[in-house]
């Protein structure tokens, strides 16, 4: 298994340029996540998807950002206008839900995407 | 208050040495604990789920106590392998994660 992928692997940007985050979840998951990372504020959850729907949407941080889920087999963040302080590692994750008396399956990560804007 | 609360560390250990990191949560309803591992500059990775009873996976000890709110994991016999930050997962509504900050470890010959 090829394991979740994500595209660019880094991107550096100009200040008030758009950013396209890719992913690719691993086949047959149902579950599609965005993170974010900062030294600051640790590994933030950004949105989650189930079967491509928008499940939860609170960790956006603002109308700066969109993701869509298209198909079961990609997605997209992006960043319109970015700034500085959008300068983090993006993480894609996704996951098979597992019921089984509480217990959630794991989250598989993809390796991210190192995001510099200028 | 932070949901999950961590110590960065770093733990500055040497080899061999048992190392032991806690981390407290602030949702009593939260359901599953897990600890990831994070490499420098890589992806978190699932190291251990957290059981009620506790659970062992060759030198790693998970440890829930729901009454304090805590989680712990324990590391016998340190390697420099293990040098990693460690983070404590709380699952407080399906399928939602909260990551702690992570705890820096730091294994030294």
């Known amino acids: 298994d090829a394991g979740v992928i994500q595209s660019p692997r880094h991107e550096v940007t100009e200040m008030g340029q758009e950013v396209t985050l890719r992913c690719k979840p691993i086949?047959?998951?149902?579950?599609l996540f965005w993170y974010r990372q900062t030294m600051m504020r640790g590994l933030e959850l950004l949105i989650y998807?189930?079967?491509?729907?928008?499940?939860?949407d609170s960790g956006m941080p603002e109308d700066r950002f969109s993701a869509k889920m298209p198909n079961a087999s990609f997605s997209t963040l992006k960043i319109q206008p970015s700034e500085p302080r959008d300068s983090a590692v993006y993480f894609c994750?996704?996951?098979?839900?597992?019921?089984?008396?509480?217990?959630?399956?794991?989250?598989?990560f993809g390796p991210g995407t190192r995001l510099t804007v200028l | 208050r932070k949901e999950v609360e961590q110590d960065p560390g770093p733990f500055n250990v040497p080899e061999g040495a048992t190392v032991a990191f806690n981390c407290t949560y602030s949702?009593?309803?939260?359901?599953?604990f897990f600890w990831y591992r994070q490499d420098c500059r890589k992806e978190p990775k699932l190291l251990m789920s957290?059981?009620?009873s506790g659970n062992e996976d060759g030198r790693f000890t998970a440890q829930l106590n729901r009454a304090s709110q805590y989680i712990s994991l324990l590391i016998r016999d340190s390697k420099l392998s293990d040098s990693a930050t460690y983070l404590c997962?709380?699952?407080?509504?399906?399928?939602?994660?909260?990551f702690g900050t992570g705890t820096r470890l730091l294994v030294s010959p």
């Open positions: 994750a996704s996951s098979q839900t597992q019921l089984l008396a509480g217990f959630t399956d794991t989250q598989y």
């Open positions: 086949s047959g998951h149902d579950y």
């Open positions: 997962v709380v699952i407080t509504g399906f399928q939602k994660l909260v």
């Open positions: 957290v059981y009620s």
């Open positions: 949702n009593s309803a939260s359901q599953s």
């Open positions: 998807f189930n079967n491509n729907v928008p499940i939860d």
